[in-house]
């Protein structure tokens, strides 16, 4: 764990989103954390610090709820549609050594064969990994592959300790040639339509 996604959260007692909207005017997120069969804990979490620690997937964070300490991992985040504020998080409450589902974005790496294209089917594969081990992606290599290529979850190097949950059949990456766009297409018929007029009329 690095000293950043140490959070400091606030309990609360209030509720309502007139107490949220205060809440978020103050610069804090309201945020719930559940799990292991533990009642639910309401509490604020500081803003910016928590937006920065969000950019990343799976974020984890070493909560110190009035002195005690407790990972969550952030499970799903609540944004305003228009505006993108978050207006509400909830948390997972997890251990230290234990495993957790999620799904971790795809990146592709490297060139396929030129004039080919690297099609990203599947954006996540889903895997089982610790906890305190959560990969922020996994990375696809494309370098060199050929048109008609095709890289499957099964395919997907998974970090360490990580376990494939995704189905393996799953396809990720495609690898194929562009078609000509159709616009182009009928731009050069036009074209050679009105060439052959003109060259017709020069005739007569």
Do not use: C, W
């Amino acid at each position: 764990m690095s000293e950043d996604t140490k959070v400091q959260a606030e309990l609360r007692e209030s509720f309502g989103k007139g107490f949220a909207r205060r809440l978020r005017a103050a610069g804090k997120i309201p945020a719930v954390i559940y799990g292991h069969g533990t009642e639910p804990v309401h509490v604020a979490l500081p803003g910016h610090q928590v937006s920065l620690i969000l950019r990343r997937a799976n974020a984890l964070l070493e909560l110190d709820i009035e002195g005690k300490s407790q990972l969550a991992l952030v499970k799903d985040v609540q944004k305003d549609p228009v505006h993108q504020i978050i207006e509400h998080i909830d948390l997972l409450v997890v251990k230290k050594g234990e495993k957790v589902a999620i799904d971790v974005p795809i990146i592709v790496t490297g060139e396929s064969a030129p004039g080919t294209i690297a099609n990203l089917d599947a954006t996540t594969v889903s895997i089982e990994a610790e906890a305190t081990h959560i990969p922020q992606n996994i990375e696809v290599s494309v370098e060199g592959l050929e048109e008609g290529a095709h890289i499957t979850a099964a395919d997907v190097q998974l970090p360490k300790g990580s376990t494939l949950l995704s189905d393996p059949e799953v396809l990720v990456v495609a690898i194929s040639v562009p078609a000509a766009p159709a616009e182009e297409d009928e731009a050069e018929t036009e074209g050679e339509s009105a060439d052959e007029a003109t060259e017709e009329a020069a005739a007569e």
